[in-house]
């Protein structure tokens, strides 16, 4: 096989097809219960699920990944490009069932390097214990593209009677979140500047479809979760405040930092509030069960440093205030301009 | 709104959602039954389908788009990666539904662009009668990519009892083809080289979703369906050939092709046989039904040209031969190198 990229590889030809059989075919094949076909689409039944769905609606949804650079500590875009669309699923409620998978190629990008985040996607998929069963190669001329881009879009199954959205969120609830913030965007930044931190501080990337199953199992009166990727944990607050038209209060002193994040944030500029997160969530729970769903994160291995950081209230509505460790609030706005590009 | 496309845009902050707000929801909404909820994934029950499917089978598909130009004679980026999308979703038998649409865009690239390639892809959902439910942005900086790529994938639903694959091909299929070769990939390489013959030669990009059901009334035994797109008709059949394990063998004078198209073929050093199409088929179908399906895909728009242009034989397995216009034959292999780069 060529040890470069070419420009026929993405010929849909004799290279394409030879980048199918040794490449995509031997990494993915294994995770599937049947065999790929090479078909336009694939066609699959959905498993028998445990409990039964009545009611059947489908999960959709799809990420394209840029993240530069394509390998960092804790992580590359192979794993980033399945956990991502796989917490997208979970975010909803969703059990991901089914993974797609499309690059877009460099012309001359090493073959090995294509090949190291195939394996990542490939290990990241079998712990997420999702199959990925469709996908495409698309190759531009050098320059035309930076390295490597790869969308992953994503199928899952809603279980009956579930309806969880950022819409959802009601005065009262508690505002969970399952660990320490910042750490992925930090850890990408570092190893592309350079920085000297950079091997201290790793992506905390990881699936989170199997903590969102041990909450659901502990408690029905979970209102909203999402993911605080790009943007951070300020933004995607403020995206629940908007959606439910509520207002949240946090408290800073219950936000989890570590020291090496919030040092490297003191010396760049950047608020970790602001920082991407890749394995992390948020959750909004009637206030009754925030305690047995707590329990229930914390018995997980994405979620042991969870913990109760604020509430949702009827006032601001809109609007997310935190009350700072020195006693005032501070109104913590949806992030403008982009600090940290190309960061997933 | 900014004029032209931010790094801010890609933040997942303010930018993005006002890109969400003002360009992705007022072309997408008025395609979807219910509202654009904005959550991580987009949530859907199944709609009632007529007939009901007792054995339900997702069929699940994905391809991202790199043409270079992004307009050109017969469509544009956004109509291709919508018909793409829901043509293989078609080619195994599937009925399409949701689509889901992923830009990763060139910081600087101008709004008025994007905004016209999504309302291209409105226009082509409206027409193929599927809906975009979700979907994503990402913005690198100048340099990093050329304008706009998108992935689209694709989801549908394929009817009880239905099996059609590339593998399916029998000794004594007819081969049908549904139109005229070659238009496609002269279309956008004459824009692309700003050659003469550029505006008398339209791409065929088309959904031919509603081809493929008008195919699927009239018989049970279509076996095989594929859109020829990269690599061209040569290509495609070498690929059913091999899966099938069957030997090919079509006529010269049965394959049409349009004069202009031969025309530009012939300056440019070309074979119309290797040009990508996107708004054609091939068909293989059981000896018997080949009269009626052909009836079938005249009275549809996209299939009035169809044709038999070859059958399926049991010699040279995994082989595609042409009867010449001279009467020789000739091997016809699968595309090796890559005559026309970012052609889908």
Redesign the interface.
């Known amino acids: 096989m060529e040890d470069k990229i070419?420009?026929?590889h993405?010929?849909?030809?004799?290279?394409?097809?030879e980048l199918i059989e040794k490449v995509f075919v031997p990494h993915f094949q294994g995770l599937n219960a049947g065999s790929l076909?090479?078909?336009?689409?694939?066609?699959?039944?959905?498993p028998s699920l445990k409990p039964p769905i009545s009611?059947?609606?489908?999960?959709?949804?799809?990420?394209?990944?840029?993240v530069?650079p394509l390998f960092f500590n804790g992580g590359d875009i192979g794993c980033l490009a399945v956990c991502g669309t796989v917490?997208?699923?979970s975010?909803?409620g969703?059990r991901p069932l089914?993974i797609?998978?499309?690059?877009?190629l460099e012309e001359g990008l090493p073959m090995a390097t294509l090949e190291q985040v195939v394996r990542s996607m490939r290990r990241a998929a079998a712990e997420a214990g999702v199959q990925i069963?469709?996908?495409?190669t698309?190759?531009?001329?050098q320059?035309?593209?930076?390295q490597l881009?790869v969308?992953t879009?994503?199928?899952?199954v809603?279980a009956s009677g579930l309806d969880i959205?950022?819409?959802n969120a009601k005065p009262g609830d508690k505002v969970l979140l399952s660990g320490y913030i910042g750490d992925h965007g930090i850890a990408v930044l570092s190893r592309r500047e350079g920085l000297e931190f950079g091997t201290r501080i790793a992506s905390d990337i990881a699936p989170l479809n199997h903590l969102v199953q041990a909450m659901l199992e502990a408690s029905k009166e979970i209102h909203v979760l999402?993911?605080p990727?790009?943007?951070g944990l300020a933004?995607t607050l403020n995206?629940i405040a908007r959606?439910s038209q509520v207002g949240v209060c946090i408290y800073e002193e219950a936000i989890p930092v570590r020291d090496e994040v919030q040092a490297a944030c003191e010396m760049l500029g950047y608020d970790p509030l602001?920082v991407?997160n890749e394995g992390k969530l948020v959750a909004f729970v009637a206030p009754d069960d925030a305690e047995v769903v707590l329990r229930a994160m914390r018995a997980t291995s994405s979620g042991q440093e969870a913990r109760v950081i604020g509430e949702a209230v009827g006032e601001r509505k809109g609007k997310v205030a935190m009350k700072t460790r020195v006693g005032g609030t501070r109104v913590v706005d949806?992030?403008?301009?982009?600090?940290l590009?190309?960061i997933?």
């Open positions: 070419l420009l026929a993405g010929s849909g030809g004799r290279l394409s097809h076909k090479l078909d336009d689409a694939a066609v699959t039944a959905l009611d059947l609606r489908l999960a959709f949804t799809t990420d394209s990944y840029v530069k917490n997208d699923l975010m909803v969703a089914y797609s998978c499309a690059f877009v069963v469709t996908g495409d698309k190759v531009v001329e320059g035309g593209a930076d881009f969308n879009a994503g199928l899952g809603v959205s950022g819409s999402r993911d990727t790009r943007g933004t995206e959606q602001y991407a949806m992030l403008t301009g982009e600090m590009p190309r997933c």
